[in-house]
């Protein structure tokens, strides 16, 4: 039975400096440092790669967990940058919150957002999209009503 998400992966060509700026910027913490050289065919079915080689950092923020990865073997392409949303895999992952204009204030110092934060007619919520040094995608969101289904209110956010 599936009981939620555990984490979001995502490839990075510094893994020090993208766990820095989650940690220093998002408040996760790294809770697992690992990585694999190459030879270890069972890492290599998991993955889909041969002779694959990788650092990996677990981040955790709350009840979301990021998992890093610094590919040696083969070395990962860089995302285009400004790569549009609309292209196809994932699009980004959401940080739900309270506050969002302090947020947003803060965060644009140390990373690009697309708009201010944006209500739209008749929502009750409010986000906008900024990216990471990679040009990764990350949501920011502020629920206004906690009867919404978007709501985290009820639901335990880990500790």
């Not at 392409?77 to 309270?98: I, M, Q, S, W």
Request: glycine share 8%; net charge negative.
């Amino acid at each position: 039975m599936i009981q939620g998400v555990h984490h979001v992966a995502v490839s990075t060509r510094d893994i020090e400096a993208l766990a820095k700026f989650y940690v220093n910027n998002f408040g996760f913490e790294v809770v697992l440092e690992s990585g694999w050289e190459q030879g270890n065919p069972e890492t290599d079915a998991i993955v889909g790669l041969k002779n694959s080689a990788a650092q990996m950092k677990m981040i955790r923020a709350g009840n979301m967990y990021i998992e890093l990865f610094q590919y040696s073997n083969p070395v990962g392409k860089p995302v285009p940058e400004n790569r549009p949303a609309a292209d196809h895999g994932y699009t980004h992952f959401c940080l739900y919150l309270t506050d969002i204009d302090a947020e947003y204030a803060r965060l644009s110092k140390v990373m690009t957002f697309h708009s201010p934060p944006v209500q739209r007619t008749g929502r009750p919520y409010r986000a906008t999209y900024g990216r990471d040094p990679e040009g990764n995608i990350i949501e920011l969101l502020e629920v206004l009503d906690h009867a919404h289904p978007f709501s985290l209110k009820n639901v335990a956010l880990g500790s």
